[in-house]
């Protein structure tokens, strides 16, 4: 059981739109940045989208994120076949020491 | 251009050790934290341990604590995780990351190393 929650599937036809949601608690996604990460199959994670809404170079803006309160979301408009993997959003975890957390995952398939 | 391997997976039995390395390139390796996280089999990724960039502190998660030693050598530009005390549960391909200017972010990965626990 993952401490952020996403729902383990998503789909949608090329060149339409999708969001993948992220719940966390205040312990978490409240007080830190939330990252997403795309996992093409067979390849390591690779940064999407940090401090909630930024892209690093070489990101296309078809990629969004925003955060609000305890919960965070990932848009990705245009979709296309090439955008088939599993997200995964992080943070960190206030317990007695910082430590990092993600949510399950969520495997987008593009019908 | 950043660019992190991961060395020493391999087949361990229950119980054994195993160090896993992580050699750093393409940007000033002292003045990064770095973490460590894993992923089993067909499942989602977890977070195993970060070190500050100055190496003094140390975080885990509560399944490894106690078990494994995350370190750094900055004059090699490598990140270390020790790993004792192996379960079958920790079965996965253990990718090293960099953590970003804010320390938040892991912006840079590795392409993993797999680690197998089996009698």
């Known amino acids: 059981q993952s401490v952020l929650t996403q729902p383990p599937s998503v789909s949608a036809a090329p060149g339409q739109k999708v969001t993948i949601s992220c719940t966390g608690s205040?312990?978490?996604?409240?007080?830190?940045?939330v990252s997403w990460f795309q996992q093409l199959p067979g390849a390591a994670p690779k940064l999407l989208i940090y401090?909630?809404?930024k892209r690093p170079s070489g990101i296309p803006d078809r990629f969004s994120g925003s955060k609000s309160g305890t919960s965070a979301t990932l848009g990705i408009t245009g979709l296309q076949t090439g955008d088939e993997a599993h997200y995964y959003c992080?943070?960190?975890?206030?317990?007695?020491?910082?430590?990092?957390?993600f949510g399950g995952g969520t495997k987008l398939t593009v019908l | 251009q950043v660019q992190l391997v991961e060395s020493g997976g391999g087949v361990v039995q229950p119980g054994g050790t195993l160090r896993l390395s992580c050699a750093a390139s393409?940007?000033?390796?002292?003045?990064?934290?770095m973490n460590w996280v894993r992923q089993a089999p067909g499942k989602g990724l977890e977070w195993v341990a970060l070190?500050?960039?100055?190496?003094?502190?140390?975080y885990y998660a509560e399944s490894v604590q106690g078990r494994f030693n995350i370190s750094r050598d900055d004059a090699k530009n490598t990140v270390y995780l020790q790993m004792n005390s192996l379960r079958i549960e920790d079965t996965a391909v253990y990718y090293c990351?960099?953590?970003?200017?804010?320390?938040?972010?892991?912006?840079?990965w590795g392409q993993g190393t797999l680690v197998t626990v089996s009698s």
């Open positions: 990351a960099k953590c970003g200017s804010d320390w938040t972010t892991l912006d840079s």
């Open positions: 393409g940007f000033t390796f002292s003045r990064f934290a």
């Open positions: 070190i500050r960039y100055d190496g003094i502190y140390k």
């Open positions: 205040s312990s978490n996604i409240g007080g830190y940045y």
């Open positions: 401090e909630n809404d």
């Open positions: 992080g943070t960190w975890n206030n317990s007695l020491t910082p430590r990092g957390v």
